[in-house]
C-alpha cells in the first residue's frame, strides 16, 4: 500500500518524468483505452457499492418494520 506520505514527497518534476515514461511504455493511442477501462472499472465499482447499501438499508427497514 502507498502511503500518503510518500506521495507527498513527489514533486512536479517527479511527476512529469512518471507520465513520460508511461507515455513511452504505452504509447499516446493505448493510454485512452487504459484510461476508458480504468472509467468503466471505477463505474462497476460504485454501482456495486450502491448495490449493496439499498440491499443494506431495505433489510434494515424490513427489520424495523416487519
Do not use: W
Not at 20 to 47: Q, S
Not at 48 to 58: D, F, L, S
Amino acid at each position: 500500500m502507498i502511503h500518503p506520505v510518500l506521495l507527498g514527497m513527489l514533486g512536479t518534476n517527479e511527476i512529469i518524468i512518471i507520465l513520460v515514461i508511461v507515455l513511452l511504455l504505452f504509447g499516446g493511442k493505448k493510454i485512452p483505452e487504459l484510461m476508458r477501462g480504468l472509467g468503466k472499472g471505477v463505474r462497476e465499482f460504485n454501482d456495486a457499492k450502491t448495490n449493496v447499501k439499498r440491499e443494506i438499508e431495505e433489510n434494515a427497514n424490513e427489520v424495523k418494520n416487519p
